[in-house]
């Protein structure tokens, strides 16, 4: 007798990759399309380097330290993707800021940041039907995740498109100028000692230079519809 169609698994997706690589207005899409919820790492960081550059503290681990303890951090999930809470505030908005950008790779190296950080993301995400995006998703968060998407594109176009998402904040800042702060960041996280961004070696890399966003989801769809069949 043939066994009863197993039910659809809810997966974990993990979506890693360098700064402007696409990788949030994809796995907001794909989460809404799968109904399952989006994760924006990203923010968690940029809402702990808030919180440092408020209290204005010296960005090393005994300072830092203080700041996880003492900050609260929720997402929750809207109709743009995600909202992003510190202490009960709405700041959404604030961690997009140049200050918090240019900050939150030296803070998001440390380690009493990044351990904090990891366990709230794998308590959110270990039940499966997540979207997680951010840098060490496949490789340190979720290294079991059934879908690793390692997301690329040349820094010229991620510049492009972070110029765009920016819209009037960013009009007194040039390509070039974008390329260099890009350029810097990848640095950063891709030199870290502690969970520096790089694809796992089970993922699936995607170049999305020359392509559109609903190209690069239905590319990942189709890869996770292969893998929730039971
Ligand atoms: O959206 P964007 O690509 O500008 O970056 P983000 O996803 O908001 O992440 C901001 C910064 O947080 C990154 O440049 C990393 O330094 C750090 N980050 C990290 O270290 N690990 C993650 N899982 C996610 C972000």
Redesign the pocket.
Known sequence: MPLPHSSERRIIIAL??????G??TTARKIAHTLGYVYI???????AI?LAALRAGAAIHNDALQTIVQTSRIELLPSAEGQRTLLNGEDVSTE??SREV?ET??S???LGVV?SA?VEC?RELGNAGGVVM?????GTV?FPQAELKIFLVASLEERARR?LAELGASAANITLDEMCAQLRE?DR??SE?EI?P?TKATDAIEIDTSSLSIDEQVSQILAFAEERTKG
């Open positions: 890693d990759g360098p700064a402007g690589s990788k949030s924006d790492t990203g923010a968690m960081y940029r380097t961690i997009r950008t939150v790779s803070v998001s190296a990044r950080m993301q995006d951010g840098r060490d998703i968060v972070r960041r950063q996280d870290r969970s961004l």
